[in-house]
């Protein structure tokens, strides 16, 4: 059975700094592409960013880059986002999920198979 359980998410000030995590078990990551998502209470599940089978490639929103990094730590099967130079706007409750492929339509939720139950990032001073 497939789980991925992310963690890592709480309440910041703006400008601060969180790194969320996404464990797995029953998959093992680093055979696919590993994408982050959020969403905030009345909007769309919005991509974040993504990190290719070997974490050489990654791509992000735009709404992040600069500020975010995705990477993955194969030994503990596990993925990050660390999160700098927080924004009230990026509130919301993070997602991982798992995608057979990394590249286009990576920001596309329907491309991706597991789901982690997410995380709450609230940004508030």
């Known amino acids: 059975q497939v789980q991925l359980v992310e963690s890592g998410g709480g309440l910041v000030q703006p400008g601060g700094s969180l790194r969320l995590s996404c464990a797995a078990s029953g998959i093992t990551l680093n055979y696919y592409a590993i994408g982050w998502f959020r969403q905030a209470p009345g909007k769309e599940r919005e991509g974040v960013s993504c990190i290719n089978k070997s974490g050489g490639n990654t791509i992000y929103a735009d709404s992040v880059k600069g500020r975010f990094t995705i990477s993955r730590d194969v030994a503990k099967n596990t993925v990050y986002l660390q999160m700098n130079s927080l924004k009230p706007e990026d509130t919301a409750v993070y997602y991982c999920?798992?995608?057979?492929?990394?590249?286009?339509?990576?920001?596309?939720?329907?491309?991706?198979?597991?789901w982690g139950q997410g995380t709450q990032v609230t940004v508030s001073s």
């Open positions: 999920a798992v995608r057979a492929s990394f590249g286009m339509s990576w920001y596309r939720a329907t491309e991706y198979v597991y």
